[in-house]
């Protein structure tokens, strides 16, 4: 049986975080990082942030030069949550790392990004700010990524999940046909939460980069 897992977030530490999960990936409102007022974009700067994301997955420790600290909880670093100035599209950003998904294979690394969260008053008029979110996040992945990946439709039988791209390299799409389980390299998301001890209630649009790291060599007995 092959297992497709979806995006993997950090225990929440930030605006950004969500409890971990596999294959799924207050009722106040909350302020969308989006809607927060800061100068347009130009083509460039928005590709800046994603060019370097693709570019330190393939690092010796993934996104390891992207990181300006340790994240905090309650005022004391952890050791497997990082800070960061990237920010595609106006995201609020965290990067962490985590344990093996199976035993024998290496660890995980994420870059978890926030781009657009509402609370639940005015859903439909929300839906269409996600929608807005999630399409302008699509096309500047499309236009920024490396010419050679691909994009495909990932959404699933949910009706709160009510979109998701996937996005691969050549090499990723050619494993995830043959492998066992197999981590989505890049994932754009918008769905709708009910609330949770992690996620407030409203409209999210996520975008996640995540990396498998080689399984370290058994040691010898």
Same mark, same amino acid.
């Given at each position: 049986?092959?297992?497709?897992?979806?995006?993997?977030?950090?225990?929440?530490?930030?605006?950004?975080?969500?409890?971990?999960? !596999?294959?799924?990936?207050?009722?106040?409102?909350?302020?969308s990082p989006a809607?927060?007022?800061?100068?347009?974009?130009?083509?460039?700067?928005?590709?800046?942030?994603?060019?370097?994301?693709?570019?330190?997955?393939?690092?010796?420790?993934?996104?390891?030069?992207?990181?300006?600290?340790?994240?905090?909880?309650?005022?004391?670093?952890?050791? !497997?949550?990082?800070?960061?100035?990237?920010?595609?599209?106006?995201?609020?950003?965290?990067?962490?790392?985590?344990?093996?998904?199976?035993?024998?294979?290496?660890?995980?690394?994420?870059?978890?990004?926030?781009?657009?969260?509402?609370?639940?008053?005015?859903?439909?008029?929300?839906?269409?700010?996600?929608?807005?979110?999630?399409?302008?996040?699509?096309?500047?992945?499309?236009?920024?990524?490396?010419?050679?990946?691909?994009?495909?439709?990932?959404?699933?039988?949910?009706?709160?999940?009510?979109?998701?791209?996937?996005?691969?390299?050549?090499?990723?799409?050619?494993?995830?046909?043959?492998?066992?389980?197999?981590?989505?390299?890049?994932?754009?998301?918008?769905?709708?939460?009910?609330?949770?001890?992690?996620?407030?209630?409203?409209?999210?649009?996520?975008?996640?980069?995540?990396?498998?790291?080689?399984?370290?060599? !058994?040691?010898p007995e």
């Amino acid at each position: 049986m092959r297992i497709l897992l979806a995006a993997l977030a950090l225990t929440a530490c930030s605006p950004a975080a969500e409890l971990p999960g !596999a294959g799924e990936n207050s009722g106040a409102q909350t302020t969308s990082p989006a809607a927060s007022p800061t100068p347009p974009q130009t083509a460039a700067d928005a590709c800046k942030d994603i060019a370097a994301l693709a570019v330190a997955m393939e690092e010796p420790e993934p996104f390891g030069s992207l990181r300006t600290g340790k994240a905090k909880l309650g005022g004391l670093e952890r050791d !497997a949550s990082f800070t960061t100035a990237v920010s595609p599209a106006g995201a609020t950003c965290d990067l962490g790392k985590m344990e093996p998904l199976n035993p024998g294979s290496g660890e995980v690394y994420v870059a978890n990004c926030l781009v657009f969260s509402s609370g639940m008053l005015e859903r439909e008029v929300n839906a269409e700010k996600a929608k807005a979110a999630f399409d302008a996040v699509r096309t500047d992945l499309d236009r920024c990524l490396p010419k050679s990946w691909s994009s495909r439709d990932g959404s699933q039988p949910d009706p709160n999940v009510t979109e998701v791209m996937i996005y691969e390299s050549p090499a990723d799409a050619k494993r995830s046909m043959d492998a066992s389980s197999y981590l989505y390299p890049v994932e754009l998301r918008k769905e709708w939460s009910d609330g949770g001890r992690a996620n407030p209630p409203g409209w999210r649009v996520t975008l996640n980069f995540q990396k498998e790291a080689a399984a370290s060599p !058994a040691k010898p007995e």
